[in-house]
């Protein structure tokens, strides 16, 4: 069975497919954002690691099987070390109020709304 590639122009991305966030993400765990790979989590392969190719666009995976990545990539450390993740909106809200991070207004925008909770996370990381 081949796998159905996300379609940008038809389907509703889950968060936004973005290089932005993406970039955002990565700064997020260079500053140390805590996260243990797990089910339900969307992923970003910036380097390439893994052998195979992802259905979302900018080598975005979603994490439904952790023993199938795993067994790409070899053990969890690996694979926390080589990918990057990508917080859905509901995650980062909820890390933020955990940690007591002043959430950002909402805006109409969902994109906007997940940028600025990663960057209101971020500087908190980073202060």
Known sequence: MQPTPFDP?????PLPFTEAIC????????????????VGCF????????????PFPHRIYFILNLGHFVKLLGDVD???????WLPTWYQIRT?????????PQEHSNPETDLRDLYKAVLTHLQS
């Open 9 to 13: 122009e038809y389907d509703y991305p």
């Open 78 to 84: 690996t694979l926390e070390r080589s990918l990057v």
């Open 43 to 54: 992923v970003w392969d910036p380097d390439r690691a893994l052998p195979v190719e992802s």
């Open 95 to 103: 890390l933020a109020q955990e940690r007591g991070v002043p959430v």
């Open 23 to 38: 970039r955002l993400a990565r700064e997020l765990k260079r500053a140390g954002l805590p996260w243990h790979a797990h």
